[in-house]
């Protein structure tokens, strides 16, 4: 499972782009010309860290302007709704930096990768007092950036995630993956279930042959020890009026155990058919736990990484 070796960003990315279905009532949206929607709060205000969860609690994620094309089109849209701009966040970090000054990186909250392009106001970033670490526009009434104390509450701009498109790529892999091998196991299972099925077919046949041989044998010692007994009373008829004289007669006994076969030999084949049944029940159901147990996981990594997307 991959999904756990990705690193945070990602995952941040994830989360954000998860949570895009949970838009509820939000300030205003504005698209600007290279595509990009934004969403400007400027009634309301909000430290930075509060900002950023009021984006991400709306699907989004401040703003952030990572080249000079970017920029040029995020102005041009801004300039005709504020005369004045007042303070507004973006989503650019310094990651706390205390020792260095105008010349320090800053980084993208989304993904915390640095940041090559600037559009500071003039004297800016100054990291006055070694504490200003959150990056808002709007600095002198221009659409420039400063940086400030992240704690100071201003409004903000969010824009809509751009990234997951990927990320839901790369989870639609893992999916693809997961699915693939429970088919694998499955078919694997199947096959399985099928030789056994034919095993036991087997033994059934071959069971029931040797039975029907001994049968088979049985009737015909039976059928000579008749005939024999048949010839000795045509030869010497007067023994069989002794036998009926002192007990059963031979006939009877020979008629009882042709019934005494017939009977073990349906008692033997029902015990043979039930044995089958039985461990063909036992298969079955061993096979439906194992596709609930595979239908159960695949609905789990599907839950867990619906998730994450
Ligand atoms: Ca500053």
């Given amino acids: 499972m991959n999904i756990l070796l990705r690193n945070s960003s990602s995952i941040l990315a994830c989360l954000l782009a998860g949570l895009s279905t949970l838009v509820t009532a939000i300030p205003q949206s504005y698209t600007a010309s290279d595509g990009v929607e934004y969403v400007i709060e400027r009634d309301q205000v909000y ?114 995630p751009q ?35 034919g095993m036991l077919n087997d033994n059934r046949l071959q069971t029931q042959s040797v039975l029907q041989e001994w049968q088979k044998s049985s009737q015909k010692s039976l059928n000579e020890s008749q005939k024999s007994i048949n010839d000795i009373f045509a030869s010497k008829p007067y023994l069989q009026a002794v036998i009926a004289d002192v007990g059963q007669p031979i006939k009877q006994i020979i008629r009882e155990a042709y019934n005494e076969i017939a009977q073990f030999s349906h008692e033997a084949q029902q015990t043979i058919d039930g044995n089958s049944v039985v461990t063909q029940t036992s298969i079955m159901n061993k096979s439906h ?21």
């Avoid at 993904?111 to 800016?124: A, C, R, V």
């Fill in 47 to 160: 430290n930075w860290l509060q900002a950023h969860t009021e984006c991400v609690s709306h699907g989004l994620q401040l703003a952030i302007i990572d080249s000079a094309e970017k920029n040029q089109a995020f102005e041009a849209l801004l300039r005709p709704i504020f005369d004045n701009p007042p303070h507004l966040w973006i989503g650019l970090h310094d990651n706390l930096n205390t020792a260095e000054t105008l010349k320090r990186p800053f980084f993208s909250i989304v993904d915390g990768s640095q940041i090559k392009f600037s559009y500071w106001n003039n004297g800016e970033p100054n990291n006055a007092l070694y504490s200003e670490h959150c990056t808002h526009i709007g600095m002198a009434n221009n659409f420039k950036w400063n940086d400030d104390k992240c704690e100071k509450k201003f409004g903000y701009i969010c824009e809509k």
């Fill in 163 to 197: 990234a997951p498109v990927n990320i839901s790529c790369e989870l639609n892999e893992t999916r693809k993956t997961v699915f693939e091998l429970n088919e694998g196991l499955a078919k694997d299972h199947k096959n399985n279930q099928e030789e056994i099925q």
């Fill in 289 to 309: 736990a194992f596709q609930q147990k595979l239908e159960e996981n695949t609905n789990g990594v599907d839950g867990l990484l619906a998730e994450h997307e």
